[in-house]
Each structure stands twice: as structure tokens, then as C-alpha cells.
């Protein structure tokens, strides 16, 4: 496997598993919502829904 296709199955992986374990906490009206776009090289995540009347904002790595 090539180096560069190595790291970003780590990073796929990675982000993954904080995405389930920030998906596990306490906070209801909080949806999310974790994308690869391969053939891009760009992932996404979205975090976003309201909380103590504030609407929360989406992310993005690129």
C-alpha cells in the first residue's frame, strides 16, 4: 500500500472513532454526520443542531 494511501486510511480512521465517541455524549438536538470524499481528498464533518438555544456551526477538514 502506498504511503500517502496509508495515512489517509489513519486519518479516516481517526476521525471516525472521535466522531463516534463525540456522537456517544450527552447532548440532545445534536446530529452528525462524517464524509470522505476519496477521489477529492476531502473530509467532512458536520456537527450542527441547537443547544441552550444556540445554533451550532458544521466543520470541515480538508
Not at 14 to 28: D, F, K, V
Not at 36 to 45: S, T
Request: proline letters at 3%; hydrophobic letters at 30%; a negative charge.
Amino acid at each position: 500500500m502506498d504511503k500517502l494511501e496509508n495515512y489517509r486510511k489513519i486519518i479516516q480512521r481517526i476521525l471516525t472513532e472521535y466522531q463516534q465517541w463525540a456522537a456517544g455524549s450527552n447532548q440532545p438536538g445534536v446530529q452528525q454526520c462524517l464524509s470522505f470524499d476519496e477521489a477529492q481528498h476531502q473530509d467532512l464533518w458536520l456537527h450542527g443542531g441547537w443547544q441552550e438555544g444556540y445554533q451550532l456551526k458544521a466543520g470541515r477538514f480538508p
